[in-house]
């Protein structure tokens, strides 16, 4: 029986995530997805010299330095490989709803899934870069099947799951990142028609989009939360352009500058209601953030468990590092980090599960994602940095996975919302400054 042939799972409750323990079937359902990683996707990775990805000459293998750092093309064909057997297996579209080929996976199950995968570290089952995994973060697809009208959903839903279209998120400006209800970029009417002017940073994945969903003001002033639109812009749209990608720590880069010089859609380019652009851009941020959080943990036990290991072997003086406390009680704190924090995790994606259910609103409990958020991130930089200090000088090498995994996560210390912007949100509950 293959995971399409299966009846969506029931959620579990707080009680039945609680720590480490796991029910029965999320056991099951993790044994199945090791097995189609073994069967579909490891023998994959071997073949073809394609660990070339992964080892010490990853970055360079996967970077096409001539075209502006971008990733090359062959890397993201063989990511491209890699779901469209995950979608053929019954995996890529997990947390859909059932009736666009999902399994209608809980935010439970996704964060357990999410901690597992990174957990096994690198590899083409859950690469670090691009949010590519075996089970999809299908973000962009989500947001059109919810807010779309019938004929967006007709003509994009699938075509983006299968990678038929790319859509960036075009959010961010130059001055304004998480203070959006500030962007600069507008969109003004033109008989049936809406004009665009602004620049956009930050914008992954433009180097292949085919559309961007481009977040404007319409209307309202500055720092108001009404009067934002989304709007579904082509990429080949006359009067936008992308002039350059930003290097950054983890590479390839694929953030480029968009700018937007009087681009012109059609009213029916507005995805959601008009003016209510925001709602579309918060409705996935808590299960997101969330499901960021669970792949904190699953990668920061990786650097834990893999340098225990190594402490164990390695002997110095005469004797093993396992025995020195200077190696043996930082790995204990971020232990019982790992720990704390992955409970937190699954309490709140459970209690997030039945607020949903419900269909009350999850800023109701959005404090408590963001706790597991700014921890889960910090906690993986902490976990990496620890890593490559109990493994010495071939800690700091390139032919071990702890710089990977650090430059990838110290991103999301910033981005998905700055940890700053995460405590400020635990601040406005704690304190009672949230209106």
């Known amino acids: ?24 079937r999320l056991t099951a359902l993790l044994a199945d997805l090791d097995a189609f990683v073994a069967a579909e996707v490891d023998p994959l990775e071997e073949q073809d010299d394609n660990v070339r990805f992964f080892d010490h000459r990853r970055e360079f293998a996967r970077t096409d330095v001539e075209a502006g750092g971008v990733p090359r093309a062959e890397w ?11 979608d053929a297996a019954g995996w890529l579209r997990y947390s859909l709803p059932a009736e666009l080929g999902g399994r209608d996976g809980s935010n439970v199950d996704m964060a357990v899934v999410r901690e597992h995968l990174a957990h096994r570290g690198l590899g083409l089952h859950n690469d670090l870069q691009n949010e590519h995994s075996v089970v999809g973060n299908l973000v962009v697809p989500h947001l059109l099947h919810l807010f779309g009208t019938g004929e967006q959903r007709e003509e994009f839903v699938e075509a983006l799951v299968t990678g038929e279209r790319r859509m960036p998120f075009a959010l961010t400006e130059p001055d304004h990142g998480s203070d959006a209800t500030w962007m600069e970029t507008r969109a003004e009417r033109d008989g049936g028609d809406w004009v665009i002017t602004g620049r956009k940073r930050w914008i992954t994945g433009v180097h292949t989009g085919t559309h961007l969903l481009v977040f404007a003001r319409t209307s309202g002033r500055p720092g108001e939360a009404r009067g934002i639109s989304a709007l579904l812009v082509p990429a080949d749209a006359p009067g936008l352009s992308v002039p350059q990608f930003w290097w950054t720590l983890n590479m390839p880069t694929d953030h480029g500058e968009v700018v937007l010089d009087r ?24 299960e997101n953030r969330i499901r960021q959080a669970a792949s904190g943990v699953g990668a920061a036990q990786f650097c834990i468990d893999r340098s225990v290991a190594y402490a164990r072997q390695r002997h110095t003086f005469g004797r093993p590092l396992a025995e020195r406390q200077a190696i043996q009680w930082p790995l204990v704190e971020l232990h019982t980090e790992a720990e704390m924090v992955r409970t937190l995790i699954r309490a709140t994606a459970a209690d997030l599960d039945e607020v949903t259910a419900r269909r009350e609103p999850a800023v109701t409990i959005g404090h408590r994602v963001s706790m597991c958020n700014y921890r889960g991130n910090r906690l993986v930089c902490d976990a990496a940095d620890r890593a490559m200090q109990v493994h010495g000088g071939m800690g700091y090498s390139r032919h071990l996975p702890f710089e990977h995994i650090y430059r990838h996560h110290r991103r999301y210390r910033i981005t998905e919302g700055s940890e700053e912007i995460q405590m400020r949100r635990v601040a406005g509950q704690l304190f009672g400054f949230l209106r």
Request: charged share 20%; hydrophobic share 40%.
């Open 1 to 24: 029986m293959t995971p399409h042939d299966r009846p969506p799972a029931p959620s579990a409750s707080r009680g039945e995530v609680a720590g480490s323990a796991l029910p029965a």
């Open 76 to 86: 993201e064909e063989l990511l491209a490989e890699v779901r469209r057997r995950a």
């Open 263 to 286: 681009v012109r859609v059609p009213g029916s380019a507005v995805l959601g209601a008009e003016g209510e652009g925001l709602a579309v851009a918060q409705t996935f941020v808590h």
